[in-house]
């Protein structure tokens, strides 16, 4: 079992930063996929980056690339995502989500990730 946990949300204007961190435990972190996802209100969640167990490999979603970075900690058992040029289209819950599914892709779909954090509030205001 992997307990994932959020924190760094928050209220900050447009062309704000914020940067985001979700603490594993319970599981070899290095041995996780790590992903962020959000879910703005009446929406579907949807895929926003990946990265890979040893931090090598990284997928963005095409509206966050180029402004947000994944990252982790696997001493720390920690991932983040440095969101820059942060726009009001940005506001939602972020989820991290973990996949422990040995695979040559990235996983991009969220039914692919097993473990999920309770989500933080990210407000971008205009």
């Known amino acids: 079992q992997v307990r994932l946990e959020e924190s760094g949300g928050g209220l900050v204007q447009a062309g704000g930063s914020l940067r985001l961190s979700c603490a594993a435990s319970g599981r070899t972190f290095s041995s996780l996929v790590m992903g962020w996802f959000r879910q703005a209100p009446g929406k579907e969640r949807e895929f926003v980056a990946v990265l890979s167990r040893s931090g090598g490999n990284s997928y963005y979603a095409d509206s966050v690339k180029g402004r947000f970075t994944i990252s982790r900690d696997n001493a720390k058992s920690t991932v983040y995502l440095q969101m820059n040029s942060l726009k009001p289209e940005d506001t939602a819950v972020y989820y991290c989500?973990?996949?422990?599914?040995?695979?040559?892709?990235?996983?991009?779909?969220?039914?692919?990730?097993?473990?999920w954090g309770q989500g933080t509030q990210v407000t971008v205001s205009s």
């Open positions: 989500a973990a996949d422990r599914t040995i695979s040559s892709r990235l996983p991009l779909l969220d039914r692919q990730y097993e473990y």
